[in-house]
C-alpha cells in the first residue's frame, strides 16, 4: 500500500508570490490534515479535511487555505509569502477524522524556502 | 491556553541503555495523546496512542505511559538502538466540537555507540 505522496519535495519562492502543495492520501483515507513545521515552533496544525469539508483549523492567517477533491487528494496554498512561511509543510491522512483516536500517517513533507 | 511541555529538550546516552522522556500537558477536555518520532527530515510516524482510560501502551521497545490526573506522559525507551536517534515529539488533542490539537516542541534524543 503506497504511503502519503507530497508534491514537490523542495521549491523556492519568493516574497509575495504564491505556492500550491499538494498531498495524496493512503487510499481509502477520507482526513487529510496540514501541519507546518519550523525549528523555531516546532509542529503546528494549519487545517484537517475530512470528506472535502474543512473540519478543524490551526490558528493561521487567511493566507493559509486548502482544499480537498472528491478522490481524496488535498491541496494546501499559501498566498503573498512571507519570509517566516519558510518551513517544512507535512501532510497527513487517516481513516477517519485525524485527532479523534485514528492513527494518522505522515506524509515525507515538502520544504517551503521563501526568498 | 492548551499546551504541552516536553523535557528535556535534548538528550544523549549510550547504545543499549534506558532513558525515559516527559510529556507535562494542561490541554482540556482531554480526548488522545500521542508519541511520534521524527527523523531528521522525515515525517513523524505514530508510535502510540492513548486515551483517558489508559496508563500505559507499548509498541515494541517503546513504552508509553499516561496519567491523567497529574497531566503527564511519558515515553521509556528500552535497550536504545543507534536507530532511536530521533525527535519524539508528544502531542495532546482536546475533544469537544471543534478539535483541538497541540504539540510540544519535541525532545532530540541522541544514541551513541
Known amino acids: 500500500k503506497a504511503g502519503v505522496t507530497q508534491t514537490p519535495r523542495y521549491l523556492i519562492k519568493t516574497r509575495g508570490q504564491q505556492v500550491t502543495l499538494s498531498c495524496s492520501p493512503i487510499s481509502g483515507h477520507r482526513s487529510v490534515s496540514w501541519y507546518q513545521q519550523t525549528p523555531g515552533q516546532g509542529l503546528q496544525f494549519l487545517f484537517e479535511?475530512?470528506?472535502?469539508?474543512?473540519?478543524n483549523k490551526g490558528n493561521f492567517p487567511g493566507r493559509f487555505s486548502g482544499r480537498q477533491f472528491s478522490n481524496s487528494r488535498s491541496e494546501m496554498n499559501v498566498s503573498t509569502l512571507e519570509l517566516g512561511d519558510s518551513a517544512l509543510y507535512l501532510c497527513?491522512?487517516?481513516?477517519?477524522?485525524?485527532?479523534?483516536?485514528?492513527?494518522?500517517?505522515f506524509g515525507e513533507g515538502s520544504w517551503l524556502t521563501v526568498v | 491556553k492548551n499546551q504541552v511541555e516536553q523535557s528535556p529538550q535534548s538528550l544523549i546516552i549510550l547504545e543499549g541503555k534506558n532513558c525515559t522522556l516527559q510529556?507535562?500537558?494542561?490541554?482540556?477536555?482531554?480526548?488522545?495523546l500521542r508519541w511520534y518520532k521524527q527523523d531528521t527530515g522525515r515525517g513523524p510516524v505514530s508510535l502510540t496512542i492513548?486515551?483517558?482510560?489508559?496508563n500505559t501502551k507499548s509498541n515494541g521497545r517503546y513504552t508509553a505511559t499516561l496519567d491523567a490526573d497529574t497531566k503527564q506522559s511519558s515515553l521509556h525507551i528500552t535497550a536504545s538502538q543507534l536507530s532511536d536517534s530521533a525527535s519524539y515529539i508528544c502531542?495532546?488533542?482536546?475533544?469537544?466540537?471543534?478539535?483541538?490539537?497541540?504539540f510540544g516542541i519535541g525532545t532530540k534524543l541522541q544514541v551513541i555507540p
Open positions: 502531542v495532546v488533542s482536546s475533544s469537544g466540537g471543534y478539535q483541538k490539537v497541540t
Open positions: 479535511y475530512f470528506s472535502e469539508t474543512q473540519r
Open positions: 492513548m486515551t483517558f482510560s489508559e
Open positions: 510529556c507535562n500537558y494542561t490541554v482540556s477536555p482531554f480526548s488522545n
Open positions: 497527513a491522512s487517516s481513516p477517519g477524522q485525524a485527532h479523534s483516536g485514528n492513527t494518522i500517517y
